[in-house]
């Protein structure tokens, strides 16, 4: 079924067109064809249930289960194929490990115009050249299209659509005379968005670099996951770049690159723009418009498209002659989807280039756990048995850049020098020496809005969301309270709703709050606030990136948006405000993201040739985490972590996965856990023998947001040694929740390997 193969032609005697749809039964359904020229692959429309559904032709047969009467007629055929067998066995697998319904599995991974009940025609663009001479008695007197045409073809040897389209609206007509008589000849071209000019060209590798470069090429052809350990600016980029030239020489050949989130980051999308411009690039993310996407994703399933550029969904994106597969920032939780199918799409990944059989590439300044177990293994300390690695390690240890140098990191004890309105004075003093010298600083504070709470001085009381049990964030500019849960605004009460006190006060600090103390600090400095709120539109980001590298801000303040791969040359100071929350939480992989965090912004400083500086606002200074980050020594911190987990039998040393269950009554949600996990563990016992490991079934408990959006939720969570263990217990879950009395009164939902609960 690959698009360049030749499919067999639709077999008379194959009556029967089996299909996939997008509903929740993991089956396949049968159809009756009245005679149209269906293949394997296609999409149809079918009826189903008083509707019409587009459907995936999964197999043609000659014979059904269903009573011949009781078949309905296949209503229309597409002539697309939007899959090939590879992308069809991925999915496959994926509906299986994350139990998921095969038919919503395939249609969910398709652009939205290719789930929609019409042709999927992507409106090809095309660029124009003369191919011969044109007579002269070719042009009629009044044929001014056509000759103003011929004139632009002229100058400028090749034309695009927008250029030609400036001589009249009907240049089309006129062209197509031009064709048709083979005056001019024209090639397809894919959207692309200009590139930037290649301000940077190739330096030469540094040893570590060319080591990491030079052990990739030299294992192209096999299945190999590498991890590409390497501090922020250390050169990472350059490796992928490198990777793709060398890889991309063979014909035809295409490379997978899996970013977080692109319209964060801008500056990646060009760089490989600019350095690999002789191979046709596009990205899948979801900031394109329908049309863009569709034509993106046609362009990487037939081929035409070398290089794809995408986030988390792209993973699935049809690349018949894929080579490569790089996920930059591989510890991103970004990569994990939090609803429909729950999947993991470096876990996808992995699976893809095994199937595929060729190299995976996982970049990271701090890698997961996961993956730095997988990279170093276990010795097998404390009677465990030993895990040899599945990885390869790569390692490059220090900045590239001539200059540049890895940024000294410092703790301000807070309980020494309590802040104000935020702020300690020591790192008051440091954004003021920036200002005198003319150099920028950077303050991460992972909280928009004005203040976290609004608080009650006389009777404690503290505004909470209406829906959710969590606290409604004041954001003072747009006057409400919004919760960042559910997104639910309610207004600003003029006084306590419980004690009638007309002095509410919010407390603690967020965005907005820091921006506005510092423009009252430093009324010359010019402040830019970077969050949610203020970077909706497309392409704010980018305008207001190229405001901080032309020298037009001072003082950026922000969430994690701004804590990656941006490069500021000019900026010398970061400032780290509260997030002594993360220290302490009950969640065991909270300090794991805390490090990355912070590595990820203390890494924005110092990246030209003047040193950074990173001042952290703690009152923990004694706390391990900071003295690995002080050392930036994330090895040594993930080995101890890694440690840990093993010993507690956490992820990565065991498996888990989530029953997640929600009702608007919590009594049905713990009704429907308690019965799951008897029913669990009952066929845990009976089944002791056949397992290769007996998976621990907790009891049902609440998530730490326990309601959310009305809904009332508990958990139940499963935990194994060994993944088939878990697997086949997931199976018969599967059936059984979908069997339970009170199915229909909740929602439930199978989390693999969840990373919140
Ligand atoms: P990372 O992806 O690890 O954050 P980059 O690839 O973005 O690192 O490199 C950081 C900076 O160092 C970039 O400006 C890049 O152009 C530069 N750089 C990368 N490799 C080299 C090298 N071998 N010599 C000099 N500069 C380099
Ligand atoms: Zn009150
Ligand atoms: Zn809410």
Redesign the pocket.
Known sequence: MCPDVSLPAADPTASIVRVVLDVPLDRWFDYVNPGLPVREGNRVVVPFAGRQLVGIVMALATESDVPEHKLKAVLQVFDDVPFDTATLKLLRFCADYYHYPFGQTVLASLPLRLRQIKPAVSRKMWVYQLAQPIPVDFVGKRQQVLSRLIALLQQHGECNEAMLAKTSASWRKAMQGLLDGGYVSRREVIATRPSMPASDLAPTLNDEQAHAVNAILDNLHGFQPWLLFGVTGSGKTEVYIRLLEKVLTEPQAQALIMVPEINLTPQLESRFRSRLSQFALVTLHSHLSESERLQNWQAAQSGTARIVIGTRLSIFTPMPHLKLMILDEEHDTSYKQQDGMRYHARDVALVRAKQANIPVVLGSATPSLESWYNAIGDRGQSGRAARKPSYRLLTLSRRAAAQAQLPRIFCIDTTHSPPEAGLTPQLKHAIELRLQRGEQSLLFINRRGYAPVLH??????LADCRRCSAKAVLHLRQRVLRCHHCGDEQPIPV???????PD?RPVGQATQRIEETLQQLFPQARVARVDRDTIQAKDALTELLSAVHAGKVDILIGTQMLAKGHDFANLTLVGVLDTDSALYSPDYRASERLFAQLMQVAGRAGRGDKPGEVLIQTAFPQHALFAALREQNYAAFADDLLQERIAMQFPPATYIAVMKAEATDYSLVERFLTDFSQAARQYVTEHAVTLVDQPLIYDPVRPGIARLNRMERGYVMLQSAHRGALQQLLQVAVEWSNAHPLQAKIRWIIDVDALEY
């Open positions: 009650c001085s006389a009777c404690q009381w006084q306590c709703p419980s004690c009638g006190n509410l």
